[in-house]
């Protein structure tokens, strides 16, 4: 995992700072509900790095975090642990999961030993355990979308029964990131007409088995903030959100999820809540049909001095990273979306302070990670 370095602006390799950072901005990010953990504090041991990282963002945000990085029995022990903590003890984690696990299956139709022990823990506990497909056409999966889509709900279901044969009625979530290869490459793509329709018929499978979905929408293929990135995040989450998905996840990835882009992190939040606001389509009743304004008006007027103008004047959508300058302002300045996010997410960075999490509640975490260690 890479990191495009919100100072110096160089891709390097991800380390623990970068989750500190992450989680500081998406505190202070309103359209981000929840943290997915975005990348690999490489600079930790591999026995511990998760629970370094789940630890961390909970020292820089309240939000609740979901985790793809606990590989074992052991830490996932560690990591309820840890949760419980923050609760008042692990019993009170069914009532409020402040921590919920995500396991990769391995495509085609395998899983992971130690993923599934580690969810078993979990379920145990009553924290909410999910499984992400991320079967692949022509590599992992077969051509054919239908295919695909036939290996990737396999795997997933698997995982899901597992925990309701052990734990009958343990909270679990349906999760998908199918793609295509690559027709020249093989590599997987992270964007085409392919993802859009996974975003969708996932949901309906979701929907079937009447179990949440954590879909993999945004985590575009581009290699940088640009049309590209905009066009297939665009259509990813709007398929997603039209099919009502219940999590989204990949905000700020780029290059398939191979690299983490500050700028990019922001620009996504843009997309998603220009997608909100399109889902809350247009009401209608007498307050909204504004007839007594536009009666008022009449012909040929403007409804600037109306009292229903200042009255609904914000529910109009204002961007933040659209350009909507005298064309004049934009040739002289040159500066655009990608400055502006960049220069927000390195705002809150400086300025957010998230609410601190308890010196004891860290000291005994930091006791739990070393208890791994050894």
Same mark, same amino acid.
């Given at each position: 995992m890479e990191v495009i370095d919100i100072h110096t602006g160089q891709r390097r390799t991800s380390c623990l700072e970068d989750v500190r950072d992450i989680s500081r901005i998406a505190d202070a990010t309103e359209e981000v509900a929840f943290h997915w953990v975005p990348v690999s504090a490489q600079d930790m041991p591999p026995e511990t790095r998760g629970l370094h990282e789940i630890k961390t963002i909970w020292e820089n945000s309240t939000k609740h975090v979901q985790t793809e990085s606990i590989y074992n029995e052991r830490e996932a022990h560690a990591a309820i642990e840890m949760a419980g903590l923050i609760v008042g003890g692990k019993d009170k984690l069914r009532q409020r999961p402040v921590l919920s696990l995500m396991q990769c299956s391995a495509s085609p139709l395998g899983h992971d030993g130690g993923s599934l022990d580690a969810a078993l823990v979990a379920a145990e506990y009553g924290v909410p355990t999910g499984f992400m497909t991320m079967a692949a056409n022509l590599t992992t999966g077969p051509a054919t979308l239908a295919g695909n889509l036939a290996v990737g709900n396999a795997e997933v279901i698997a995982g899901a029964a597992l925990i309701q044969l052990a734990f009958p009625g343990a909270p679990v979530f349906y999760a998908a990131a199918e793609t295509a290869s690559d027709l020249r490459t093989g590599a997987y793509t992270g964007g085409g007409p392919e993802d859009f329709l996974y975003g969708a018929a996932t949901n309906c499978l979701s929907d079937y088995y009447n179990i949440p979905l954590s879909m993999g929408s945004?985590?575009? $293929?581009?290699?940088? +903030?640009?049309? #590209?990135?905009?066009?297939?995040?665009?259509?990813?989450? *709007?398929?997603?959100?039209?099919? !009502?998905?219940? !999590?989204?996840?990949?905000?700020? *990835?780029?290059? $398939?999820?191979? =690299?983490?882009? /500050?700028?990019?992190? @922001?620009?996504?939040?843009?997309? /998603?809540?220009? =997608?909100h606001k399109i889902m809350q389509g247009i009401k209608v009743d007498d307050e909204t049909l504004a007839l007594d304004a536009i009666a008022a008006v009449g012909p040929g007027g403007n409804f600037?001095?109306?009292?229903?103008?200042?009255?609904?004047?914000?529910?109009?959508?204002? +961007? #933040?990273?659209?350009?909507?300058? +005298?064309?004049?302002?934009?040739?002289?300045?040159?500066?655009?979306? #990608?400055?502006?996010?960049?220069?927000?997410?390195?705002?809150?960075?400086?300025?957010? @302070?998230?609410? +601190?999490?308890?010196?004891?509640?860290?000291?005994?975490?930091?006791?739990?990670?070393?208890?791994?260690?050894?």
């Open positions: 945004f985590a575009t $293929g581009a290699k940088e +903030p640009n049309w #590209q990135a905009g066009v297939e995040n665009s259509l990813s989450t *709007f398929m997603a959100c039209i099919a !009502m998905s219940d !999590m989204l996840l990949g905000v700020g *990835f780029l290059h $398939g999820s191979r =690299i983490w882009s /500050f700028a990019e992190m @922001q620009l996504d939040c843009e997309i /998603f809540s220009i =997608i600037l001095s109306q009292k229903h103008t200042l009255k609904h004047m914000r529910d109009i959508f204002l +961007p #933040q990273f659209m350009d909507r300058r +005298p064309y004049s302002e934009w040739e002289t300045k040159h500066d655009d979306a #990608q400055d502006w996010a960049l220069a927000k997410a390195r705002k809150a960075l400086e300025t957010h @302070q998230p609410v +601190p999490l308890d010196e004891k509640v860290t000291a005994e975490m930091a006791r739990i990670i070393s208890s791994v260690k050894s």
